[in-house]
């Protein structure tokens, strides 16, 4: 024979009252846990579409890729911008000015040179034909 | 300044329709990705709202354990 066992409740109420809303809320969580799973399939669904759209650009560009003309940078000619040309000129003219100069100093001191030479050269040939 | 470079296109109604076929594909990859952004909210929101509810059942049973197992005693 079962001995019976009495439990005093202080809040037979709210204890009820927590009873019915606890199990109220189960019901609720089971129906939360249906939303949450419709949801995720709309997102997997949407995520499926997304990969599709991808997939489609991929291959428009592909496509793209293959229409445009293939052209290699390096084979493209070389741009001299005319006005890089303007400028660097008449630095070059003065460089080259500067270098004629010096050059044109530098011939005059070897000319110079080398007629001393030739003055020389050609004094020692009057004296050997003198002797 | 770079000058410019003049490349021959012989397709080139065809590169517009490709240019304007990505672009829509785009714009319609855009609304899709918005799309699962928002769903991601929304089931981030139902989750965060079933972990309140849990949290509430939690609250609800304890309360429902310790008036049990705390009997009135004479």
Redesign the interface.
């Known amino acids: 024979m079962k001995k019976e066992f ?6 037979p109420k ?2 009820r009252r ?2 019915l ?2 199990s109220k ?2 019901v ?2 089971l129906q ?2 249906d ?2 799973n419709r ?2 399939e ?2 997997q669904r ?2 499926l ?2 990969k599709d ?2 997939t ?2 991929s291959t ?2 592909t ?2 890729k293959t ?3 293939d ?1 290699k940078i390096s084979s ?1 000619p070389k ?1 001299k ?1 005319e006005k890089k040309v303007k400028v660097m000129m008449p630095v070059r003219k003065k460089t080259g000015k500067a270098k004629t100069e010096k050059g044109i100093k530098k011939t005059e001191k070897k000319e110079t040179d080398i007629n001393r030479l030739q003055k020389e050269l050609s004094t020692i040939e009057t004296k050997l034909r003198g002797l | ?3 410019p ?1 003049f ?5 080139y109604n ?2 517009n329709e ?2 304007s ?2 672009r829509s ?2 714009e ?2 855009k609304a ?2 918005k ?2 952004s928002e ?2 909210a ?2 981030d929101q ?2 965060k ?2 972990q309140e ?2 949290g ?2 939690d609250q ?2 304890s ?2 354990s310790e ?2 197992s705390k ?3 004479e």
């Open positions: 009495y439990v005093g409740i202080t809040e709210e204890v927590n009873i809303e606890s809320t189960f609720q969580a939360r846990c939303a949450v949801t995720r709309e997102k949407a995520m579409e997304l759209t991808i489609e650009i428009a560009a496509e793209l229409i445009m003309p052209y493209l741009n911008p | 300044m770079a000058a470079v490349v021959k296109i012989e397709k065809e590169v490709t240019i076929k990505i594909r785009l319609e990859a899709t990705l799309k699962i769903l991601k929304q089931e139902e989750i709202a079933w509810e849990l509430k059942m609800k049973i309360f429902i008036n049990l009997p009135e005693t």
